[in-house]
Nanobody, 130 residues
Framework: QVQLVESGGGLVQAGGSLNVSCGVV????????VGWFRQAPGKEREGVSC????????YLGPSVRGRFTISVDTTKTTVHLQMTSLKPEDTAMYYC???????????????????????WGQGTQVTVSS
């Protein structure tokens, strides 16, 4: 059974930093894309950042470029999202997801053009106070 275990998140002041992590159990990730998505109340889900496990190619959403960094830890089958210069508009539930397919396109997965049947984590809340 595939499990995505998210950790991190929490409350931080604007301008601060926060890390969230996604540990994956039960699935070899070669050929798959892992990503972080977020959804704020009343808003549509947004692809934040995605990474190809095999090629390490990445995609960052326009609203987080220059502030967020995605990386992998192959020894722990974990994907990290480092968030800096946080803004109140970054407040959302952050979800980790894995594209079940092996098209291996981080950009397409993050833009939600593929992977409609992805594996999803339970989410972790990130709140940025002004």
């Amino acid at each position: 059974q595939v499990q995505l275990v998210e950790s991190g998140g929490g409350l931080v002041q604007a301008g601060g930093s926060l890390n969230v992590s996604c540990g994956v159990v039960g699935l070899g990730l070669d050929g798959h894309v892992v990503g972080w998505f977020r959804q704020a109340p009343g808003k549509e889900r947004e692809g934040v950042s995605c990474i190809s496990w095999s090629s390490r190619s990445t995609y960052l959403g326009p609203s987080v470029r220059g502030r967020f960094t995605i990386s992998v830890d192959t020894t722990k089958t974990t994907v990290h999202l480092q968030m800096t210069s946080l803004k109140p508009e970054d407040t959302a539930m952050y979800y980790c997801a894995i594209d079940r397919g092996t098209l291996d396109r981080a950009d397409l997965f993050c833009r939600q053009l593929v992977g409609q049947d992805a594996y999803w984590g339970q989410g972790t809340q990130v709140t940025v106070s002004s």
